[in-house]
């Protein structure tokens, strides 16, 4: 049995674009109730917090810069099977590989710079959810 909720985040590039009006529209369109939402900027230290599974990895210090460069906009959100849903949603993690329509295609500038996030799993969805989010923001 797969939860409910999922954890998304609108990247930098995607924010600074102008894009999280029509992002979020496209989010609601596709059936995902929005359950909390904040916009926030990360220091380079939290981001690295937040993506700590990929500490190491060649991309890590480029992830990390990305997403400390600007503001991003947080958001819980609820569906049936949300987390497996939402990711096919968005789309492939590379945007030229991305299904049409998907959100990293219409958003995505490159594999680095995707646009938006989306929990890999429901114990991701449950930690991401709660490192930006308290209990009161959630109800
Ligand atoms: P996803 O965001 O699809 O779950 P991931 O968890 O493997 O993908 O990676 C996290 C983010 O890191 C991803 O959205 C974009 C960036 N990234 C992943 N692989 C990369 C690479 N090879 N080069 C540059 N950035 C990468
Ligand atoms: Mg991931």
Same mark, same amino acid.
């Given at each position: 049995?797969?939860?409910?909720?999922?954890?998304?985040?609108?990247?930098?590039?995607?924010?600074?674009?102008?894009y999280t009006g029509n992002i979020l529209a496209k989010i609601e369109e596709g059936g995902y109730t929005?359950?909390?939402?904040?916009?926030?900027?990360?220091?380079?230290?939290?981001?690295?917090?937040?993506?700590?599974?990929?500490?190491? #990895?060649?991309?890590?210090?480029? $992830?990390?810069?990305?997403?400390?460069? &600007?503001?991003?906009?947080?958001?819980?959100? +609820?569906? %049936?099977?949300?987390?497996?849903?939402?990711?096919?949603?968005?789309?492939?993690?590379?945007?030229?590989?991305?299904?049409?329509?998907?959100?990293? #295609?219409?958003?995505?500038?490159? $594999?680095?710079?995707?646009?938006?996030? &989306?929990?890999?799993?429901?114990?991701?969805? +449950?930690? %991401?959810?709660?490192?930006?989010?308290?209990?009161?923001?959630?109800?």
């Amino acid at each position: 049995m797969t939860g409910k909720i999922t954890f998304t985040m609108i990247k930098p590039s995607a924010f600074a674009a102008g894009y999280t009006g029509n992002i979020l529209a496209k989010i609601e369109e596709g059936g995902y109730t929005i359950k909390a939402l904040k916009k926030i900027s990360l220091s380079k230290e939290q981001a690295g917090h937040f993506y700590e599974m990929h500490r190491g #990895k060649p991309f890590y210090e480029e $992830l990390t810069n990305f997403m400390s460069s &600007g503001p991003i906009v947080a958001a819980m959100l +609820e569906k %049936e099977n949300a987390v497996e849903s939402f990711r096919s949603f968005i789309g492939a993690t590379d945007p030229a590989k991305a299904e049409e329509g998907t959100i990293r #295609k219409l958003y995505g500038k490159s $594999l680095g710079e995707n646009a938006i996030h &989306g929990s890999d799993s429901d114990e991701s969805a +449950e930690r %991401e959810s709660a490192f930006f989010f308290s209990f009161l923001e959630t109800t």
